[in-house]
């Protein structure tokens, strides 16, 4: 397994998703089903056609096998969508393939609760499929977008 280059370390966001680096380290607990929850309230991306600033709240839950995300990378992989022009399913989607393909965790779900634009909300909801049944999975209970 590589050394890990970000951590401890100044680091910059990279200009776009593709070149961002997730890190891993090894799972401590390997052959302990648990669940790892990232929340990210204040996610940015940018709307590929008119370049207007879009904002989510995501939920990321995962029963990892070898690895765990190392953290610092994630934070970084989700601030270089941050100049990146995609739709809200585009983003979501992507961030759990680039995790799936990075760790390859036993299973994995993203909640992606994106704030209105021109008054409608979208929200974006991927998983690999049934969560473990042996596993504590809580709900990611972000309140439906009501307006003011």
């Given amino acids: 397994m590589k050394k890990l280059t970000q951590l401890g ?3 910059r966001l990279t200009a776009s998703p593709a070149k961002a680096v997730i890190e891993k380290v090894r799972n401590p607990h390997k052959g302990t089903a648990y669940c790892v929850r990232f929340a990210c309230p ?3 991306s940018i709307c590929p ?8 709240h995501l939920v990321i839950d995962y029963v990892p096998k070898d690895f765990l995300v190392e953290s610092k990378s994630l934070k970084l992989f989700l601030g270089s969508f941050r100049n990146h022009g995609a739709f809200h ?3 979501t989607v992507a961030i759990a393939l680039r995790l799936i393909a ?3 965790p036993v299973w994995l779900r993203i909640g992606g609760y994106w704030y209105p634009r021109g008054g409608i909300p979208i929200d974006v909801f ?3 499929g049934e969560a473990p049944k042996d596993v504590w999975i809580p709900p990611q209970e972000v309140p439906a977008y009501r307006g003011r």
Wanted: proline share 4%; net charge negative.
């Fill in 126 to 128: 991927y998983q690999t």
């Fill in 49 to 56: 056609i008119t370049g207007q600033p879009d904002f989510a």
């Fill in 102 to 104: 990075e760790i390859k």
């Fill in 9 to 11: 370390k100044s680091a």
């Fill in 42 to 44: 204040e996610f940015t």
């Fill in 89 to 91: 399913e585009d983003c």
